[in-house]
């Protein structure tokens, strides 16, 4: 597989293009046209397809020949079967690797019964979950909407965690770190993250925190009468809660120590992800506009 190294930022000055796009979004097509937004990781531009003789569609990645002014028009083009996701989509800026190793060096010192391993390893050892854990996005648009952003927002959250449990003396520490680390497990099947980010239908339909305890009733069955009732009324009770009330999406609110925690855990990180990603656009003494996500302006 060819990586891509023409990136848009860097052709902007240039008046004919020869590199590969993902296509985002269909904007008009008719019987003579196809106009669409393309994207690769670094910025989108408008494109017009004239004529095209293969049916192109949402996802699709295509190696383009191109005139380029203040849009794009095709001269000729090939549709890829082989190509990198992090190429044309948002991606985390870390080597997802080393954000992998520190979630688990946190483990490590933290999750250490039996059950808790068993719990930890029936996801973390398995090579499926694993790479549709370091590719998924911890948001379509609130927080870490980019590819391995679930990643880095569970080691954000892990770490706080353990912050707040060494601070405060929480009697169930290793519940709390290990129901960090598995708290936004059920994004992997809410997310559809191989093209543009959007939900599954089973995302829409259930959500992450259903998904996410039917994962762990799926892991509890999988080893009958090998964890206690206690543990996993717990777990399952922190994923359940760490959105800490009911009108903010908990079928529950945050009644245990372990999920009060964890909810502030999982709230401090997503806002502070949001902020950083305002303060790279807007400049030293302004004003942001409205954000849904922090429910204010940003004075920076």
Known sequence: MSRKTNFLESMKNLSNIKTSFM?????????????????????SIKATFANPKVKLEV????????????NLEINSFEVLDEYELSDYLPTLQRDINEVMKEIEDMSSSYILSREAKELNDYFFKDEEFLKKFKQCIGGVSMHHNYIGGLAEHTLNVMYLTTILCDRYDCRHSEIAVLSAKLHDIGKILEFNFNGPFKYSIRGELEGHITIGVQMIDEAVRSKPNFYSEDFINRVK???????GKIEYGSPKNANMEESIIVNFADSIDARMNKLYQLKEIFEVNSWSEYDRALETR???
């Open 298 to 300: 940003i004075y920076f």
């Open 237 to 243: 009770g922190c994923i359940v809660q760490h959105h």
């Open 59 to 70: 996802g699709y990645v295509v190696e383009v020949d191109a005139n380029m002014d203040t």
């Open 23 to 43: 296509i985002m979004k269909i904007i008009f097509k008719d019987n003579t046209k196809l106009v669409c937004l393309l994207s690769d990781k670094t910025g």
